[in-house]
């Protein structure tokens, strides 16, 4: 078995993947502590040869999880953000900083559909971009769902927007605090999408394709107006693009990826921006 980590901010996703056959056999997520110790909610170590590691938490989490783990695994691969890899373009002035989940998903992205616009939905939105071509032009870090929510102190912390909910709904006036408040940050993160989304490919002058990711992806992806796929597998994606294992993975073949939604026209995009502008 293959173990994919995707060690965020709040949570550390996991999931085992079958070397032989390429199918995911299980996942899970644990709070990212100070000390990622195995037992009863993380995989069994014993039936993994391999370990590929994406990881933004603080440095001694990571040293930590390497440390345990290469005690128990042969092959223990970690992410880094460098300048270039897989035909993309770090467009970081450092690329080193650029955090690693944004790197994944960017390759990802890139290898799925060629230029693309990849979105993150986690403790943080992130929105990069990567040009048919290759190169990455940065892009936009905002806070997600739940910060935005915590840094009001409203007392509604406690009480999420139901990832079942319409969009619609939740884009209408609240009429209680806790109403107002989801229906608030729901409509900061997915106008920030679509605008960011729009300004972008109209400065650059192409339509991307748009993949979003993420434990909030399928919320917000009901509120964005631009065609785009969503793909809960997306960082991992990265990993196996980087780190190939499997016979699938070495013919560039990532689990879980989706159809790619075919773009609006350019034109499209910058008529929405227009009419957004005349607001
Ligand atoms: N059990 C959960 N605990 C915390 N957040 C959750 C949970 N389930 C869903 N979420 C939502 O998922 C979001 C976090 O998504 P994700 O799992 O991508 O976070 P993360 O990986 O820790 O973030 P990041 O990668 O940006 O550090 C939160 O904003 C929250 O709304
Ligand atoms: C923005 C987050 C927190 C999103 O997970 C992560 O990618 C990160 O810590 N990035 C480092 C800063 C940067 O990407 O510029
Ligand atoms: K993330």
Redesign the pocket.
């Known amino acids: 078995m293959i173990l994919d980590l995707d060690i ?2 709040t949570l550390s996703k996991w999931r085992l993947k079958d070397v032989e056959s390429s199918e995911i056999r299980s996942r899970g997520a644990v709070w990212t502590r100070e000390e990622w110790r195995p037992g009863a909610d993380i995989p069994d170590l014993d039936v993994v040869e391999a370990v590929r590691i994406s990881s ?1 938490a603080r440095a001694a989490v990571l040293n930590d999880t390497v440390q345990l783990l290469r005690h128990q695994v042969r092959q223990v691969y970690v992410a880094h953000s460098t300048a270039e890899a897989l035909g993309v373009v770090n467009g ?1 002035e450092e690329p080193g ?6 790197w994944m998903g960017a390759l990802a992205g890139y290898q799925l559909a060629g230029g693309c616009c990849a979105v ?1 939905c ?3 939105i ?1 929105v990069d971009f990567v040009l048919p071509g290759g190169r990455h032009l940065g892009g936009y ?1 905002l806070p997600g769902l739940r910060l935005m929510k915590e840094s009001l102190k409203l007392g509604t912390r406690n009480v999420a927007i139901d990832p079942d909910s319409e969009a619609d709904e939740l884009l209408m006036p609240g009429r209680r605090t806790v109403e107002a408040v989801n229906h608030g940050i729901y409509m900061a993160a997915v106008s920030a999408v679509n605008r960011i989304y729009s300004e972008v490919c109209d400065q650059q002058g192409v339509a991307l394709p748009m993949l979003l990711t993420g434990g909030d992806a399928r919320v917000i992806s009901r509120g964005v107006q631009i065609p785009h796929s969503v793909w809960p597998d997306m960082v991992y994606g990265g990993l196996e693009a980087c780190f190939p294992l499997t016979l699938a993975e070495r013919a560039g073949k990532m689990a879980g990826a989706p159809r790619i939604a075919e773009p609006a026209s350019l034109e499209k995009i910058r008529a929405g921006l227009a009419f957004s502008m005349l607001l």
Not at 97 to 102: F, K, Q, S
Request: net charge neutral; glycine share 18%.
């Open positions: 965020g901010n933004v970081y900083r650029l955090g690693v989940d944004r993150d986690g403790s943080a992130t870090i």
